[in-house]
C-alpha cells in the first residue's frame, strides 16, 4: 500500500508538470465551445485508461512476482499456494481505479487553470504562482520522500534482523541437539503419564548416538514461559519465567552450571510442601539479587512455596532475540505438567538420523500422543528462510520507492528548470556563474526533500512499533535505540535526491545564454 501511495504521488507530481505544456490544447478546445466538465473527463479518462494499462501488467506480475520472491535464492518450490483469488483481484482493481482517479484529478483541475488570451497568443505562463513556488507539488515530493524513507527503514531493520538470526547466540550449544515435542492425550491420567514418560526417557537413553537427555516444559525460558511472582523482603512481588526440568538438562543443552549444582533426580518435591533446590539464571542475580554468595539463599513464591538456590546457571536466550530473561529452573515433576513437554537429545554422529530413531521410540511408548522430531538446526534453517524471504520483500519494496521518488523529483526538478531557462540564461549573461546556478535550483528544490525527511522518521517509528507488536515473539529484535538504522537510510534517500536535483541543474548551468534567450 506504501508503495501504491508513492507510485500515486510520482504519477500525479508528473501529470501536473505535463498539465502546463498542455495549456495550448486546452485553451483551443475552450474557445472552440468545448465545456470545463466535458474537458475533465477526458483528462480523467486519460488517467483511468493509463492506471488500467499498468494495471493489467500486473495482474501478470501478481502471478510470477511472489513465487520469484519465494524461490530465490534458495530454489526450492512453495508449500503454500500462492495464486490470487477473486479477493485479491477485486483489491486490484479497486486501487487501479481510485490510484486512476486520484492521480488524474488533481492535474486535470489545474490544466483548466488557464489564461485563454494568453495560450491563444503563444504566450506561455505559469499555472498559477502557488504551484510553481512549490504548493501542491512540494507537498507531493515531501510524501514520496516520507514513504520511502519508512520502507528504507524496514529494510535496514529487517536486515538487521536477518544477521542477528542467522547467526545465533543462544547461550548453549545448540548443534548436535535434538527436539522433540511431546503432546500426550488429556484422556490419560498423570500418573499413567509420568510413567510412560519415565520408560520412554530410559529407552532412549540406550539409543546408540545419545550422550544426554532430558525433559523440559520448553526448550527454554523466554517470555512466553510460565511465570512465578517471587517475593523478596522489601520488594513488591515480581514475575519470573520459570521451567521445569529433568536431571542432565544442562548437560544435554550444554548449558553451564557457573556455580554450586544442577537439578539432579531426587530433587522433585516441590509439590509436597519442602523447600524446592532450584537453579536460577546468572541475570536472575544480577538482576534482583544483592551480590555476593548467593547459594543457600532462600526464595518465596505468591503461594506460599520456598525456593532454595542449589546452583547459578550460564544466561541463554532464543534465537529471536540475544535478550537475556532472568529464569528459574524447578525440578521435574512428571505428576504435574502441561500436556505439551520437549525432549532435549544430545548426539553424537548424524541428528537427524538419531531424530527419526527417536520419533519411532516415543510414537511406541507414548501411544497416542503427537511427537514431532527434528533438530534445532533444522528449526534455525527454517527461521532463516522466513526473515530472509522478510527481509528481501522490504529491500525491493525499498528499493522501489526509492526509485519512484527519484523519478518524481528529477521530473519536478526538470520540469521546472525547463521553464527557468530564460531566467538562467539572463542570470548567467550578468555574470553568474554555475556554482550559483547549482546553488539556486538547489535551494529551490531541496526544501520538500528535508522537510519529507523530518516527517518520515516519525512514521518510521510508528511503522517499527507496528511491526514489532505484529511479529511477536521477535519484537527484541526491532532496535529502536539505534539510530544508524534511521540516520543511515534518511542519508542515502538525502544524497540520491540531491543527485536528483543537480542532474537537471548542470544541464542548465551548462546552456548556452545566446541560444536559450533567441529562443524565448
Known amino acids: 500500500m506504501l508503495v501504491l501511495l508513492t507510485a500515486c504521488a510520482n504519477v500525479t507530481t508528473l501529470l501536473l508538470s505535463r498539465a502546463d505544456a498542455r495549456q495550448p490544447e486546452v485553451a483551443v478546445r475552450l474557445a472552440l465551445g468545448a465545456s470545463r466538465i466535458r474537458l475533465i473527463r477526458m483528462l ?55 490510484a486512476g482517479l486520484l492521480a488524474g484529478l488533481a492535474p486535470a483541475l489545474e490544466s483548466l487553470k488557464v489564461d485563454l488570451l494568453a495560450s491563444l497568443k503563444g504566450q506561455r505562463r505559469f499555472l498559477t504562482r502557488r504551484m510553481n513556488d512549490g504548493g501542491l507539488k512540494q507537498i507531493l515530493v515531501g510524501t514520496q520522500v516520507a514513504i520511502s524513507l ?59 548416538g545419545v550422550r544426554f537427555s532430558a525433559f523440559a516444559t520448553q526448550l527454554s525460558p523466554n517470555v512466553d514461559a510460565e511465570q512465578l511472582l517471587i517475593q523478596l523482603p522489601g520488594k513488591s512481588p515480581f514475575p519470573v519465567a520459570s521451567e521445569q526440568v529433568s536431571s542432565d ?20 518435591d516441590c509439590d509436597r510442601g519442602l523447600v524446592c533446590p532450584v537453579v536460577v539464571s546468572q541475570q536472575f542475580v544480577r538482576q534482583f539479587l544483592d551480590a555476593g554468595d548467593v547459594i543457600g539463599k532462600t526464595l518465596h513464591t505468591s503461594t506460599g512455596q520456598t525456593l532454595e538456590i542449589a546452583g547459578i546457571a550460564g544466561n541463554v536466550s532464543g534465537f529471536f532475540d540475544h535478550v537475556y530473561i532472568p529464569a528459574i529452573y524447578r525440578p521435574w515433576n512428571p505428576a504435574n505438567l502441561p500436556p505439551k513437554i520437549s525432549l532435549c537429545v544430545r548426539i553424537n554422529g548424524d541428528p537427524e538420523v538419531v531424530a527419526a530413531s527417536l520419533t519411532d521410540i516415543l510414537k511406541k511408548s507414548l501411544q497416542g500422543s503427537k511427537v514431532k522430531a527434528d533438530t534445532v538446526e ?40 525547463g521553464k ?18 547549482y546553488a539556486t535550483v538547489l535551494r529551490s528544490h531541496i526544501r520538500p526533500v528535508w522537510i519529507g525527511l523530518l516527517i518520515g522518521v516519525p512514521l518510521a517509528l510508528i511503522g517499527v512499533r507496528v511491526l514489532s ?52
Open 150 to 208: 519508512v520502507l528504507l527503514v524496514g529494510s535496514s531493520l529487517f536486515i538487521h534482523i536477518y544477521r542477528q538470526v542467522a547467526a545465533p547466540d543462544p547461550g548453549y550449544d545448540f548443534r548436535h541437539l535434538a527436539l522433540v515435542d511431546v503432546f500426550n492425550p488429556a484422556a490419560k491420567s498423570r500418573q499413567d503419564q509420568a510413567a510412560l514418560r519415565a520408560s520412554a526417557l530410559r529407552q532412549i537413553q540406550a539409543v546408540p
Open 44 to 98: 480523467m479518462t486519460e488517467s483511468v485508461l493509463l492506471a488500467i494499462v499498468a494495471g493489467s501488467l500486473s495482474v501478470y506480475l501478481t502471478y510470477q512476482v511472489p513465487i520469484f520472491m519465494w524461490q530465490w535464492p534458495m530454489k526450492e518450490l512453495p508449500q503454500v499456494p500462492f495464486d490470487p483469488d477473486w479477493r485479491v483481484f477485486t483489491f486490484l482493481g479497486v486501487s487501479i481505479l481510485l
Open 469 to 520: 507488536h505484529a511479529l511477536q515473539p521477535a519484537a527484541n529484535l526491532f532496535a529502536f535505540s539505534n539510530p544508524l538504522h534511521y540516520l543511515a537510510p534518511a542519508c542515502l534517500l538525502f544524497a540520491v535526491s540531491v543527485i536528483a536535483i543537480l542532474i537537471p541543474a548542470h544541464r542548465a548551468a551548462h546552456c548556452d545564454p545566446s541560444t536559450t534567450l533567441r529562443d524565448e
Open 420 to 437: 527557468r531557462l530564460k531566467e538562467i540564461g539572463i542570470r548567467v549573461s550578468l555574470g553568474a556563474t554555475r556554482k550559483d546556478i
Open 378 to 417: 533444522e528449526r534455525l534453517e527454517l527461521m532463516t528462510a522466513v526473515f530472509w524471504r522478510l527481509q528481501m520483500m522490504m529491500v525491493m519494496l525499498g528499493a522501489m520507492a526509492l526509485f519512484l521518488a527519484i523519478i518524481g523529483i528529477y521530473g519536478v526538478v526538470a520540469f521546472a528548470v
Open 249 to 268: 538438562y544442562f548437560s544435554t543443552m550444554g548449558i553451564p552450571i557457573l556455580r554450586g549444582r544442577a537439578i539432579e533426580r531426587n530433587d522433585a
